[in-house]
């Protein structure tokens, strides 16, 4: 008797599953693909499962794998549309035309990184050069009276650096950025697991400084402006500032498709830069490609 | 077969009823519905029973597989245990030092065991000697609901709430540290070192404290000259086992000990485990590559010292039930 309710069950919750399928097999659905970035990918899915509402007759096939692969996924033609967080190269553009068609480029959002603060902290702006003799390898800096200042309610003035684990996008771009391509960090950082636990972490400790991306900022941390050298002047962190690029430490986010896109691909990405699209790439915490007003 | 004989009714035992040829075997062998579900949860216990060793077999063939081309290939032992450079990622120089790792590892369950070892022997002697009838019992649940928090909620605690704490009561820079995860750890591991250890001295028979007791000893003297002795093994497998717990935990270290990667010099030092960082690096490390081998090869080395220590744990519980 309970094997038999048990059958029947499974069988009734078959059932919607079959409705379902019998559905998708319609003429009009198109399905996208989409490849590259890893830093991109939370976006790109977001984007792809709040597109399903949108237009239910496109389904956009989502993958990472790094800027790279996309953007070689684009030469070879297997890819509607490529992620990739780095602009594309003049050799990547050649082999696009090689293959008859004609990148384009469409700038999707802007990845900008603030340095923070604890609120007491009495910094207000710090260099490219402090920041590498702070975070990298044979950087003096271990004491905030090196910076010519007092933390209040740190004890010792130590610096405490926090970082992001080895592996993170994030912590690729700020290295490349602030201390060059080749220089490693200095050991003894704080490495945290997420951009929010680093926020999290500042904000509970005096002595502490970390880098994170401009959306996790709370009213408990600080922000410091940033200069690239240390007697120009210096940038306040802001979607604005990330926009127009005078912000030194944001990189903007780019997809690509192989020459003019037309029809559902276009449609794509034409929802993707409207003010709806843009919202849910400032709720996964990058910063968008003009402001915009995001109810709550 | 032989076993399913066992439950057939009470056999026809005269001369003639004997069965000798094989129909007459075949025609008592009777497969009715209770004889397929007999079978049936032989073999599901069985399966049940060998699982355990096919899993750690599996395992741990599974992660040798994964790090034997970093072990035979970039792998250098000095540098693996006597650096502390660990920097797997770096674009000029990626080098693969554990030293800082196995030092964090073993700093924090070193002090996780200062903290629960008298925690746990104190609670359960309390609770194994002195403790009767309504509190003994209210007191086991509550030590086996401390067992059922998640550790990520331990980690949390540690980041959020011992952080700002540590930082106030001791005037330190900050509280991500030894301390912070030793203590939390400790707590962790506490709850099973108490059940065991209350175990260890449960078997201990009764005749023994009642000996003592007539020649005049004290409670005290009971517990401290009879009862621990005799309970000995069962006692330090329960902290061996504490140890295999700390050695192996993952979410609560990665929050509370500050994931940094230094020698520590105080109990206020920051400092990195080998779990978290396998925890924290292999989401994002492309399979195949060296930083994956050499994740895998902490992986190995972690499974080898946690078999090593429960083993120990086993052999030595073993050892009391013997005799």
């Known amino acids: ?296 | 077969m032989k076993q399913t004989r066992l439950i057939m009714p009470t056999p026809d035992l005269s001369p003639e009823a004997i069965p000798t040829t094989h129909a007459d075997l075949e025609a008592l062998d009777r497969r009715d519905l209770a004889w397929y579900v007999d079978k049936g949860l032989q073999v599901a216990i069985f399966i049940g029973g060998i699982s355990a060793i096919v899993f750690v077999l599996g395992i741990f063939v599974f992660i040798t597989k994964e790090g034997i081309s970093f072990v035979t290939g970039r792998f250098d032992l000095v540098e693996f245990f006597t650096s502390p450079r660990w920097l797997p990622t770096s674009n000029s120089n990626p080098t693969y030092g554990a030293l800082a790792l196995i030092v964090g590892t073993a700093s924090v369950t070193g002090m996780a065991m200062l903290v629960a070892i008298p925690f746990s022997l104190g609670a359960a002697i309390y609770i194994g000697e002195f403790a009767t009838g309504r509190t003994r019992e209210i007191l086991k649940v509550l030590v086996e609901l401390l067992a059922a928090i998640p550790s990520v909620v331990w980690g949390f605690i540690g980041l959020s709430i011992m952080n700002s704490l540590i930082i106030d009561l001791f005037n330190v820079p900050i509280g991500l540290n030894i301390l912070n995860a030793g203590l939390i750890l400790g707590l962790m591991a506490a709850p099973i070192m108490t059940t065991i250890a209350e175990d260890a001295l449960k078997a201990v028979p009764d005749e023994y404290r009642q000996a003592a007791e007539a020649m005049g000893a004290t409670r005290w003297q009971v517990i401290r000259r009879v009862v621990l002795p005799a309970a000995k093994n069962g006692l330090v497998a329960a902290v061996l086992l504490g140890v295999g717990r700390g050695f192996g935990e993952t979410m609560a270290v990665l929050m509370a000990t500050g994931h940094s990667i230094q020698i520590p010099d105080s109990l206020f030092d920051s400092v990195r485990a080998l779990t978290a960082t396998i925890a924290a690096e292999l989401g994002e490390t492309a399979v195949g590559s060296d930083h994956y081998g050499a994740l895998f090869t902490l992986g190995i080395f972690l499974f080898l010292v946690t078999f090593i220590i429960n083993l120990t744990a086993d052999l030595v519980v073993r050892g009391i039930r013997k005799k």
């Open chain 1, 1 to 296: 008797m309970n094997t038999l309710n048990r059958i029947t069950l499974f069988l009734l919750l078959l059932l919607p599953l079959s409705g379902c399928g019998g559905g998708s097999d319609g003429p009009s659905r198109v399905v996208l693909e989409n490849k590259g970035s890893d830093t991109l990918v939370n976006v790109a899915q977001a984007w792809a499962e709040a597109y399903r509402g949108i237009n239910p007759n496109v389904a956009i096939a989502v993958t990472g794998g790094g800027s790279g692969t996309g953007i070689a996924a684009l030469i070879n033609g297997t890819v509607d549309i490529a992620n990739s967080s780095r602009s594309i190269k003049d050799s990547e553009i050649d082999q696009v035309r090689a293959a008859g068609a004609e990148p384009v480029e469409y700038i999707v959002g802007f990845d900008a990184l603030a340095v923070y603060v604890h609120g007491d902290n009495p910094l207000t702006s710090i260099s490219f050069d402090q920041l590498a003799e702070i975070y990298g390898e044979g950087g003096t800096y271990e004491n905030w009276a090196d910076l010519d200042i007092e933390v209040p309610g740190c004890q010792g003035q130590e610096i405490i650096r926090v970082s992001r684990q080895n592996n993170s996008g994030t912590y690729a771009y700020f290295q490349e950025a602030v201390l060059g391509a080749t220089r490693d960090f200095k050991l003894g950082s704080r490495d945290m697991h997420g951009s929010k636990d680093v926020v999290d972490l500042v904000e509970n400790t005096a002595c502490a400084i970390g880098y994170s991306g401009l959306a996790y900022a709370t009213d408990h941390v600080k922000m410091l402006d940033i200069a690239t050298v240390s007697d120009s002047s210096a940038v306040m962190p802001s979607v604005e500032s990330a926009i127009d690029g005078s912000y030194p430490i944001a990189r903007p986010l780019f997809m690509y498709t192989r020459g003019e896109p037309t029809g559902a691909t276009k449609e794509y990405l034409d929802w993707i830069l409207s003010e709806e699209g843009q919202c849910i790439i400032l709720e996964k915490g990058y910063a968008p490609v003009r402001q915009v007003s995001c109810g709550a």
